[in-house]
Every structure is written in C-alpha cells, then in structure tokens.
T-cell receptor
Framework: DAGVIQSPRHEVTEMGQEVTLRCKPISGHNSLFWYRQTMMRGLELLIYFNNNVPIDDSGMPEDRFSAKMPNASFSTLKIQPSEPRDSAVYFC????????????FGPGTRLTVL | GQQLNQSPQSMFIQEGEDVSMNCTSSSIFNTWLWYKQDPGEGPVLLIALYKAGELTSNGRLTAQFGITRKDSFLNISASIPSDVGIYFCAGRNTNAGKSTFGDGTTLTVKP
C-alpha cells in the first residue's frame, strides 16, 4: 500500500492567498484526521472525519479554515485568506475504524505564508 | 479539555545509554499511545497500551500504562543513533479515533 499521500509537500504563498492542501487516505480506512504542527503549539488536531462525515471540527482555528471529504479517498484543507501565522506543517492521518489505534500519518505539507 | 504534560522536553545522551520519558494527564485515559517522528516525516506508532498497569515491549522500547490511568512511561534501552527523533505520547478515551497528543520529547543521541 502507498500509505497516506499528501500534496503538495511544500507550499510557499503570500499573505491573503488561498491555499488548498490535499490528502488521500489509505484505501479501506474509514476515518481521516487533519493536524497542524508548530514549534509553539505542538501537534494540534484540527478536524476529523468518520465515513466522510465531519465528527469534530473544534480544533479548526477560525472561519478562514475549512475542510471537506467528498469521498472516501480524498480530503482537502483550505485556508482562505492565508496569514503568516498559518505557517506550519499540516499532517493528514487515517485509521481503519474508530476503535483502531494505529493512525497512519502522511509525510505532511510544509506551508510557509510570507 | 484534557491536557498532556510530556517530559523531558529534550534529551541529549550518549550512544548506548538508556532513556526514560513520561507523560502525565489531568484526567484518565483508556488507551495510551507512543509515537516517534523522524525529521521531515509524520509520526509512526511505536507502542499501544490498553490496560492500567500494562507493560509492553517492542524491541529495545518498553512502555507502561500507569496504575492511575493518568500517566505513561517510555523507556529506550541501549540507545543508538537512529533513535534520534521526537517522541510523542497520546491518550484516547473514545472509540471515535480522536487522540490527545503531548508536546513531544526531542531525543538526540551522540555517537
């Protein structure tokens, strides 16, 4: 299996621009998570989906952030408009089922907002 | 919400030495998890603990689920250079897959 796939791996953009991060979970996995990692705040859960339905989005920082999962094999995290404080590494992770503990993380997208 | 305190924040050790790190919570968890993150990659699960008092090993790694269910420990014996990375603890209480992560322990191993 290819594992969790994220794109792009690196993104540099200017403040005010729209940014879209993409994730393809492992085939057959039913839950998908978006995390943000920074030096100051560590690893934060932004939102997670179960069977394509958002279950908990309490970690989404503000209205500028939105996430979708139109089908079982694809999810996006969008930031509009982006700000310098959004600079971080964004990880996507998936698990087979809600009671399965092994979260498989993607390689991450390093976002820099100038 | 639930908070995890992970310590130490960083460690600098000599190859061959043993390492200990721990995680404490303000409330109980039903599952404790330990992950390792290599530079430029996502975290990878090392050990999962499901019962209070449980002691589980994975090669040179040993982790324990505290009796109070509010803490967990990870030990690495005879460290080697490839042990370098960030180690995260995580706790779970539901079947929905959501975990709370600690801030991580950065390990540096000098040859």
């Amino acid at each position: 299996d290819a594992g969790v796939i994220q794109s792009p791996r690196h993104e540099v953009t200017e403040m005010g621009q729209e940014v879209t991060l993409r994730c393809k979970p492992i085939s057959g996995h039913n839950s998908l998570f978006w995390y943000r990692q920074t030096m100051m705040r560590g690893l934060e859960l932004l939102i997670y989906f179960n069977n394509n339905v958002p279950i908990d989005d309490s970690g989404m920082p503000e209205d500028r952030f939105s996430a979708k999962m139109p089908n079982a094999s694809f999810s996006t995290l969008k930031i509009q408009p982006s700000e310098p404080r959004d600079s971080a590494v964004y990880f996507c992770a998936s698990i087979k089922g809600p009671s399965t503990d092994t979260q498989y993380f993607g390689p991450g997208t390093r976002l820099t907002v100038l | 919400g639930q908070q995890l305190n992970q310590s130490p924040q960083s460690m600098f050790i000599q190859e061959g030495e043993d390492v200990s790190m721990n995680c404490t919570s303000s409330s109980i968890f039903n599952t404790w998890l330990w992950y390792k993150q290599d530079p430029g990659e996502g975290p990878v699960l090392l050990i999962a603990l499901y019962k209070a008092g449980e002691l589980t090993s994975n090669g040179r790694l040993t982790a324990q689920f505290g009796i109070t269910r509010k803490d967990s420990f990870l030990n690495i014996s005879a460290s080697i250079p490839s042990d370098v990375g960030i180690y995260f603890c995580a706790g779970r209480n539901t079947n929905a897959g959501k975990s709370t992560f600690g801030d991580g322990t950065t390990l540096t191993v000098k040859p």
